[in-house]
């Protein structure tokens, strides 16, 4: 089972950047393809973005803030989030179901994981 620890999150001001950190470890982690999920207070997780070996896919609600890449393991992927706004404000997560490919990724993907890591926390405020 893949399994996943989430980190680089923190309280950001509105404008600013952060990386967000996924490391993946278990059998055949690094051939999956991963999407970013979040959680804001009182609302749903909704999708964020995927990867995969090939080109990334992004929620629709994503207007190019945000960039998603892996690194050259395979076991690590990051979300790169750039002018941070106080409705990015949730908890981040990134999960897989052994998915081979991205194609079609949505907030519907969410419920079929059936373990999620502690996520990584990002806050946005003056």
């Known amino acids: 089972q893949v399994q996943f620890v989430e980190s680089g999150g923190g309280l950001v001001q509105p404008g600013g950047s952060l990386r967000l950190s996924c490391a993946a470890s278990?059998?055949?982690?690094?051939?999956?393809?991963i999407g970013w999920f979040r959680q804001a207070p009182g609302k749903e997780r909704e999708a964020v973005s995927c990867i995969s070996g090939s080109e990334p896919v992004y929620a629709d609600w994503v207007k190019g803030r945000f960039t998603v890449s892996r690194d050259a393991s395979g076991y690590t992927v990051y979300l790169h989030i750039n002018n941070l706004k106080p409705e990015d404000t949730a908890v981040y997560y990134c999960?897989?179901?052994?998915?081979?490919?991205?194609?079609?990724?949505?907030?519907?993907?969410?419920?079929?994981?059936?373990?999620w890591g502690q996520g990584t926390r990002v806050t946005v405020s003056s």
């Open positions: 999960a897989t179901e052994a998915w081979v490919s991205c194609a079609g990724f949505g907030s519907d993907w969410s419920r079929g994981i059936d373990s």
């Open positions: 278990g059998y055949g982690a690094k051939y999956y393809a």
